[in-house]
């Protein structure tokens, strides 16, 4: 019979020799959620290592969780079932995910039957092979609407390369491979999921981040969770990215810049007003130029006190900040059945 410090090291070195998590985030997607978990288990039939898969249930108000937890507990597969306490969104979803994740490698998927797990065993030899850090989805024959869903896709990915710095394809496929001790690195927050190459590339090079054509389905269940209302959100959340990859550690500089830049405009149009005040002898004082120059001179002076707050709130609240932006309820993995 095994003590508690030989049960404890057998566990640990269980989790040492998980090759593979396959983190997958679902809502309200209870058509889907039976056949998405067959078709992961036949894909990784061939695979030749130990994996487990995370289903994240972020909230879901159909059947989706009654549907998943049937397959707690079958024979061949490690299954674990992240349930969230309300909706949090697929970001989120992700997050709770990759923090579940004991494999040395993490792939994440959707849920919606769209993705092809089939992709995954020839990903993870891509990334090895390549020696990547992180390896993204490229759905090069995408089975979704022009209008609605490839065009505005093909806007925001051109935006964020050229923002970034960050070349790929696809941007918005969630079919990707990671090193785990990598994307635990990351802090994935808001509707960030879109730029997780942009973050990744702030802790590795970009050189390690590659992409590859994936298989792409059209949806067989169930509606779209996006419309044509998300491209506004990605241009939101692409400034935010734009500012946190350049300013998150100096935040005063990009508000410190504008103030100054404000500053020296302001500057020389009231020297110009003391200048035709004081040498031509003109009368200024119902001169709409004095008002702007104020104006300016008042907005650059609180724009460099805003930059010099927003310094001393990076340096001591988000740098240590390890809070999470979800809430479990509660986790099954298999030992309560």
Not at 180 to 206: D, T, Y
Not at 216 to 240: E, N
Request: proline share 3%.
């Amino acid at each position: 019979m095994q003590t508690t410090s030989e049960s404890l090291q057998s566990a640990n070195d269980l989790i040492q020799s998980l090759e593979l998590s396959l983190v997958v985030p679902v809502f309200n997607e209870e058509e889907s959620v039976g056949p998405l978990v067959e078709r992961i288990c036949d894909a990784m039939l061939a695979y030749p290592s130990r994996w487990e898969l995370i289903l994240v249930d972020d909230g879901s108000t159909d059947a989706t969780l009654v549907n998943a937890r049937k397959y707690v507990g079958r024979e061949g597969l490690t299954l674990r079932i992240v349930e969230l306490q309300r909706n949090f969104g697929q970001t989120a979803a992700m997050q709770a995910g990759i923090d579940t994740a004991q494999g040395r490698l993490i792939a994440t998927m959707d849920g919606d039957l769209q993705n092809d797990p089939k992709d995954i065993p020839s990903m993870v030899s891509e990334l090895e092979r390549r020696e990547l850090d992180l390896l993204v989805g490229w759905r090069k024959n995408r089975k979704d609407g022009l209008l609605l869903r490839k065009i505005p896709s093909w806007c925001a990915n051109y935006l964020i390369g050229r923002i970034t710095g960050v070349k790929l394809h696809d941007y918005g496929c969630s079919l990707k491979i990671y090193r785990a001790s990598i994307i635990k690195q990351v802090k994935l927050m808001g509707e960030m999921h879109r730029f997780i190459p942009a973050w990744v590339a702030g802790v590795v090079p970009s050189s390690r981040i590659g992409e590859m054509a994936v298989t792409h389905h059209a949806r067989q269940h169930g509606q779209s969770k996006y419309g044509i209302s998300r491209t506004f959100r990605v241009i939101l959340d692409l400034l935010s990215v734009m500012f946190f990859m350049r300013y998150k550690a100096r935040p005063g500089h990009f508000f410190g810049s504008l103030g100054l830049g404000l500053g020296a405009i302001a500057g020389l149009i009231l020297l110009y007003l003391f200048f035709d005040k004081f040498i031509m002898g003109n009368d200024i004082g119902t001169r709409p130029m004095l008002m702007v120059g104020v104006v300016l001179l008042l907005s650059s002076v609180q724009l460099i006190t805003t930059g010099i707050l927003a310094e001393m709130i990076a340096r001591t609240y988000y740098r240590d900040d390890a809070s999470p932006n979800y809430i479990v309820r509660q986790i099954f993995d298999g030992s309560d059945v």
